[in-house]
Nanobody
Framework: QVQLVESGGGLVQPGGSLRLSCAASGTIFTINVMGWYRQAPGKQRELVATIARGGSTNYADSVKGRFTISRDNAKNSVYLQMNNLKPEDTAVYYC?????????????WGQGTQVTVSS
């Protein structure tokens, strides 16, 4: 089993910045894709950004140019630098990771961290 623990959420004013971190622990072989998703009240969970083990990235259109995802494979960690935050970025942010063990792909979620953008 793999546990994902997020940190770095909080309250920030519009235009401000936050950096989210997520560390994986437990029975880890090779974590492949890591990513961040978010869920605002009354809305479905949506993709924010993903990063493959080799470094290729994918972003939601709504965050392109403002958010940057990165990872440290040695630490089994993923980060999300969020700049120029907007009120519509308010949501619970969830870390996600998957690893393949033989022929089975396992997917894991963190418990979520609240990000609130408000003046």
């Amino acid at each position: 089993q793999v546990q994902l623990v997020e940190s770095g959420g909080g309250l920030v004013q519009p235009g401000g910045s936050l950096r989210l971190s997520c560390a994986a622990s437990g029975t880890i072989f090779t974590i492949n894709v890591m990513g961040w998703y978010r869920q605002a009240p009354g809305k479905q969970r949506e993709l924010v950004a993903t990063i493959a083990r080799g470094g290729s990235t994918n972003y939601a259109d709504s965050v392109k140019g403002r958010f940057t995802i990165s990872r440290d494979n040695a630490k089994n960690s993923v980060y999300l630098q969020m700049n120029n935050l907007k009120p519509e970025d308010t949501a619970v942010y969830y870390c996600n990771a998957d690893q393949r063990i033989f022929t089975v792909t396992y997917n894991y979620w963190g418990q979520g961290t609240q990000v609130t953008v408000s003046s």
